[in-house]
């Protein structure tokens, strides 16, 4: 490695570190950081608030009713309409939380993200007529953190040190502590149970064709596992990091 090289990656480290504090402070150990203790409060402000729990919960929930309204009622004009009128509730709401967050000027990306995200998945169901491929998009995220979780784990760089690190004002240090470094290892393998725990009991109801059992499943296994585990996190973060530790400069 040349001067040069070791300069720019002297350079890069502390833009790097920089963007994963931020990162971490903008997650839901973020908001709970942000109260100091793992209140009703501090939890719910890690849900989003209303307005974040109103927007992912309602674009699932309004696909589901009237699609298992209509589909309960043995008549051809409910059935043929019971996937298109979901799925255009469902975009419509989140459309709807979309503009209010623009006219609000308010995290925009996130909203206009959620947006393309229901969008997308709706566009699919109505190709394939297939009313279940409306969560396929879901399965794929679900995978796809799993995936990056596993990696940060077998390269023993698990993500939620880096995120706990960060947001405790003690980056990377916590590598060199072997205790650390294991509890580390062991939250993010609680994550990674999440993701693979949602596919599994997810998975065969999509295989079955069952889209009410799905979307239910869902729904239920979606804010209320999120929540659990943020809250086990901050816990263990507590732990590891005593509360004196959390708010000392790290530099002095």
Known sequence: ??????EREGEEAPALGKAIAEAAGQSGLGAIAAHGAPTGKALFAAMGGIRGLCETVLPGLVFLVPFTVLT?????????????????????????FTVVRVIGKSQVT?????????????ILALLTGNAANNFLLGFLID???GLAILVSMLVRWPLLGLVIGY??????????????????????ACWLGLFVVRLAVQLPLY??????????????????????????????????????????????
């Not at 490695?1 to 070791?6: E, G, I, K, L, P």
């Not at 996130?110 to 709706?122: D, E, F, M």
């Not at 947001?167 to 993010?188: N, Y």
């Open 72 to 96: 309960s009622i043995q008549q051809p004009w409910a059935q043929q309409s019971a996937m298109p009128i979901s799925l255009g509730a469902s975009v419509l709401i989140a459309l709807v």
């Open 110 to 122: 996130q909203a206009i993200a959620g947006l393309i995200g229901v969008a997308a998945s709706a």
């Open 207 to 252: 295989f079955a064709g069952l889209t009410v059992a799905l979307g239910f499943t869902k729904l239920l296994m979606g804010l209320p596992l999120y929540a659990s585990l943020v809250l086990v996190s901050w816990l263990v973060a507590r732990a590891v990091y005593p509360a004196r530790k959390a708010d000392e400069d790290p530099e002095s």
């Open 167 to 188: 947001l405790m004002g003690d980056g990377v240090a916590w590598r060199e502590d072997s205790g650390r470094r294991r509890v580390m290892q062991a939250l993010t």
């Open 1 to 6: 490695m040349t001067a040069d090289d070791r």
């Open 143 to 145: 995978a796809g953190y």
